[in-house]
């Protein structure tokens, strides 16, 4: 029995900024660590439910942050970019669920640790109407291959808006957020503990497969005019207002393929 896991970094134990996130600080080199410890939590946790195969896909900015020299031995790893499925990359009909590791809450959610959405480039997405958090994305290209959601961490925002989506999934809530960039955190120790019972608990429980029904609507928001402008060039996509692209097709993976090319053009 295989189990994926996507390992973003905002919602890891103890970040609260982007320096704690991003090279070349001199954070960065302690909080990749922190989050590669949390990420063996999960391995062992799915294995101790009978998982045979642990894959884990690095899902944060460069996509090399888990340390490959102290990655659980059981585990495989997804390292580096650029991969077409981004944080779930690798994903298909073999696994029988997955977690979504350090996550958090899509951008414009209140007093939430490092809210956004993809990229600081875009203000808010929608799919078929419904405002999309990066767990929302990616948990229906689990659902294109019918692979169910099992698990969430982040902070207590993240895994509340988990909870209402998925409906009876584990979540941990690693930290109590205040604010965009402070939090009230558990030890590790105690967050690991926490993260290992949950994914065990996890391997046993149906959890969630959620997918878009076609024809599927892609909205996206950017945070300026000049985003919207760069991205507008990906061909078939109308222009909404000053700010927003639409983008409609029946194969959710070909709206993936959109949203992450406007995302890229935006950059430009
Ligand atoms: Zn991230």
């Known amino acids: 029995m295989k189990i994926y896991i996507s390992a973003d970094m905002e919602g890891i134990s103890g970040v609260v900024s982007w320096d704690e996130t991003e090279r070349p600080n001199s954070d960065f080199e302690r909080f990749r660590k922190i989050m590669t410890d949390e990420v063996n939590a999960a391995v062992e946790g799915a294995l101790a439910g009978g998982a045979t195969e642990v894959v884990v896909n690095d899902s944060h900015d460069s996509m090399r942050n888990i340390l490959i020299e102290q990655l659980h031995p059981r585990a495989s790893l997804i390292s580096g970019n650029i991969k077409r499925l981004s944080m779930v990359e690798g994903i298909d009909e073999s696994f029988a ?13 209140l007093h939430s640790v490092l809210d956004h959405t993809y990229t600081s480039r875009v203000h808010r997405v929608w799919i078929n109407g419904i405002e999309a958090s990066e767990f929302i994305i990616f948990s229906a290209v689990a659902g294109y291959f019918g692979v169910p959601v099992k698990f969430l961490s982040g902070d207590d925002k993240v895994c509340q808006a988990a909870r209402d989506y998925f409906g009876d999934i584990e979540t941990v809530a690693v930290k109590k957020a205040i604010s965009r960039q402070s939090a009230m955190m558990s030890p590790l120790s105690v967050a690991h503990q926490e993260i290992r019972a949950a994914a065990e608990r996890a391997v046993f429980i149906p959890g969630n497969v959620k997918r878009f029904e076609p024809p599927i609507t892609l909205r996206v928001e950017f945070a300026s005019t000049r985003e919207a402008d760069s991205a507008s060039i990906v061909p078939l996509a109308s222009r909404l207002d000053a ?26």
């Open 243 to 268: 700010f927003t692209l639409e983008y409609t097709h029946d194969d959710y993976l070909v709206i993936i393929d959109a949203l992450l090319t406007m995302c890229r053009l935006s950059a430009t």
């Open 97 to 109: 669920g997955v977690y979504f590791l350090g996550y958090h809450s899509a951008a414009g959610t």
